[in-house]
């Protein structure tokens, strides 16, 4: 699963207390119930997570996705945040709980899904993925570092890793190269999560039959590092 180049950023002044406690299990299943402590609030799993790709839950007011939602945790979208409104932005704001009002806990997706959905203006390389921005053509190289930064800058209490959103359909052999690729730059995207431990590092693992391999062999690399 390859991974992606973004802009350097200020470190987190403040640092976050990050825990994941497991309260139940079902004995039997695999079922289990969880609660995750953040810097700005607790997560209990499993959980329901709006999407709020610029920062916004779409046709919902924030006292409506606290209220009556009672949204613990929103998702925010990093290749969309970096293009707009843009880390300068969101930097003076001082982060995107500042920007967007939201003070609970908020998970950035990298932009591994926009290697997907936008297969027509990206190009794969070994070292990331260069887009071409949807808003006004320019370019803009994403490597595992750059993203690990531009999530940083953003602020968001988890942060997803940079990676390959392969297709539903992608043969065993077009999926075994994306995931192979995975292990290759997890070393230098661990490197840059030592930098600054204040936030969280997590990475997607999809489960499917063209993709099962890439369970195990993520598994180890990540207890390898």
Known sequence: MPLILILPIKKQKKRINMTFDLQYTDPKSNARAGLIT?????IETPIFMPVGTLGTVKGVHLH??????KAQIILGNTYHLYLRPGLDIIERA???H???????PMLTDSGGF????????????EEGVEFRSHIDGSKHLFTPERVMDIERTIGADIMMAFDECTPGTADYEYAKKS?????????????AFQRNRSQIWLSTVIISHSTRLCLSRLTQ????I
Not at 221 to 224: F, N, P, R, V, Y
Request: proline share 4%; no cysteine.
């Open 179 to 191: 995931m192979q690729a995975y292990p290759s730059l997890a070393g230098p995207l661990h490197k």
């Open 64 to 69: 409506e996705l606290k209220e009556d939602i």
């Open 98 to 104: 500042k920007f967007n009002g939201f003070d609970r």
């Open 114 to 125: 926009q290697v997907f959905s936008l297969s027509g203006i990206r190009k794969m390389r």
């Open 221 to 224: 690399t990540i207890s390898g």
């Open 94 to 96: 001082g982060g995107l």
């Open 38 to 42: 953040t810097d700005h609030g607790q």
